[in-house]
């Protein structure tokens, strides 16, 4: 579809383990936002992506986090020796350009056991 | 503390009726958005106002915008079942390097029937 992609949709995986959560945009959107909403909450900025500018990543809650977005394209959120609080649903969403509305992917869900 | 505050954080009503919801901010902005989720799914843009207009409509959604007063509002009239969803703001302030949208905790709106 046409629609912003998210992978895998359910991820469950023991504490310590390092995963890997994938994002394909709609195409021709320059910007890449990831944020990351834990049950009933609100979302929480993680990091974003604008063209070919350095990401701003003061979203990142510790240094496990790290994002990456290929050929202005895929982008690839990674969590490193996850912790149970990281549990939540991981949304990536991507946009035209700075203050622009955001397309929505369904989300990660992530369960730390 | 949140950028944007939605209110009340909870609201039923009988299909049919009209649902208003608040969003308050701190700061400045550049525009503010408002969004829809259903369970289990991803956000999905509804209205964009800039902080230079007062009112926009969009079918049975009308927002405002009150700068002096660093508050918008909601409407959804002639309510229906499937206006049932969270709804959040999105306070957008446009920074030149990094805009980030901050979201608001969100209001979870039932539509009876």
């Known amino acids: 579809g046409a629609g912003v992609s998210q992978s895998p949709s359910n991820k469950v995986t023991e504490k310590g383990k390092d995963v890997e959560l994938r994002c394909d945009p709609i195409?021709?959107?320059?910007?890449l936002y990831w944020y990351r909403q834990s049950l009933g909450q609100g979302l929480e900025f993680l990091i974003y992506?604008?063209?070919?500018?350095?990401?701003?990543k003061s979203g990142l809650p510790s240094d496990r986090f790290s994002a990456e977005r290929t050929g202005g394209s895929v982008s690839t959120l990674t969590i490193q020796r996850t912790q149970q609080e990281d549990s939540a649903v991981y949304l990536c969403?991507?946009?035209?350009?700075?203050?622009?509305?955001?397309?929505f992917g369904d989300g990660t869900r992530l369960s730390i056991l | 503390s949140q950028q944007g505050e939605e209110d009340p954080q909870a609201l039923s009503i009988q299909e049919g009726e009209n649902a208003t919801m608040n969003c308050s901010y701190k700061t400045s902005i550049n525009n503010l958005q408002w969004y829809r989720q259903n369970s289990g799914r991803g956000l999905v843009h509804l209205i964009l106002?800039?902080?230079?207009?007062r009112e926009k409509h969009s079918g049975r959604l009308r927002v405002t915008l009150d700068t002096s007063k660093k508050s918008s509002s909601l409407l959804i009239t002639a309510s229906r079942a499937a206006d049932t969803a969270s709804y959040f703001c999105?306070?957008?302030?446009?920074?030149?390097?990094?805009?980030?949208?901050?979201f608001g905790s969100g209001t979870r709106l039932s539509i009876r029937p």
């Open positions: 992506f604008q063209g070919n500018s350095a990401p701003d």
């Open positions: 106002i800039r902080s230079n207009e």
């Open positions: 195409s021709g959107h320059t910007a």
């Open positions: 999105a306070t957008d302030r446009g920074y030149s390097s990094a805009s980030k949208i901050i």
């Open positions: 969403a991507s946009s035209l350009g700075e203050g622009q509305p955001q397309h």
